[in-house]
């Protein structure tokens, strides 16, 4: 089930003839709750052939836990879907809040070539509900308070645009699971009329990191292949045009890999794109996938670059990812258990 409340009240309003009085507890229940949770309630019972119905009429798979592994703090979930396909879904605790790293298609089709779901092409797209079950599974079934929910994990959100979009409108619905839109962050690797189309949307308040990894084109193009059908330019313009809210700023990452992108030269270029930009670039040391012909920073690489853009006065931090060590940290995930994985 992945309806907004206002949704939810329209279906039982026409399809019931009931009032707000049912769809809010039902509403309410099924999010604070387990998805039978609303059944027991007064409103419910009272009823049973509209019980009955709404039974029936509800689409909904829960998503069923096959493994849970932890390290560094970092949990990583391996969810099975209806179809058999299994995606993940990365839990990071950090000090004072829990951020939740959702995947949005399994595989992705982009094709980069540090990435390990990138090596699994795209075998299909989430639904909203799948979406929304991984955050409601670990909110409701392993009981943590999530603060932060980004779009990070298996997939490209602007490739499964309509998808996605839904699944934030009900994320963010303060009558369910109240996610507000300024803690939700999507990551792209740069789908320019996927970024056209989330500003017509309107959402300033909602985050939007770009992967950049490269300011250079050629470079770029090899890194990401999407570079050659959205190149630099187009990528700034889009990005230039994306509406922020007071206090927000585009979040930009820049994954380093040792003797790639890692050079005094490579700094002037991300300078140079980000000029004009109201943007924070997000340093990551790169994890190596499994089998990949790009190398870690070292801790004096990392140290090298990071000074080169502070010189260059780039707003950067850099992020560790947990949970490395277990290729649990977002962008490094790939199911093994999905059978037309490559390697
Ligand atoms: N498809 C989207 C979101 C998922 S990838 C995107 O590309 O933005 C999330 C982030 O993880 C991206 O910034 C990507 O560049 C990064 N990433 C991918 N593989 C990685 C790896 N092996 N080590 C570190 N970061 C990685
Ligand atoms: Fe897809 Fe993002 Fe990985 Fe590129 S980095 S292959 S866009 S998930």
Sequence with gaps: MALTYAELAMVFRQRYDRGGYHAAAFYRAFFAGGPDHWKALPAFTASPRLAQSVAADLRHRPLTCLRREEQEGAIKLV??????MSVETVVIPMAHHTTVCISCQVGCR???????????GLLRHLTPDEMVGQLHAVKVGLGMDVRNVVFMGMGEPLDN???VIQAIRVLSDQRGLNVALRRITLSTAGVVPGIQRLTA???PQLKLAVSLNAAE?????TLMPINRRYGLSSLKAALAGYPLARGNVLLVEYVLMRGINDQEAHADQV????DGLSARLNLIPYNPRYRSPYQAPTETDIHRFQQALIHRNVFVRLRSSKGAGMR??????G?????????
């Design 79 to 84: 969810f099975a879907l209806a179809d058999g």
């Design 110 to 120: 982009m094709g980069c070539g540090f990435c390990e779901t990138g090596q699994m």
């Design 161 to 163: 645009f309509d998808n």
């Design 201 to 203: 949307l309107g959402w």
């Design 217 to 221: 084109e050629t470079l770029r193009s």
């Design 271 to 274: 300078a140079a794109f980000l």
């Design 328 to 333: 649990a940290a977002c962008g490094q995930l």
């Design 335 to 343: 199911v093994a258990c999905n059978s037309r994985r490559r390697d």
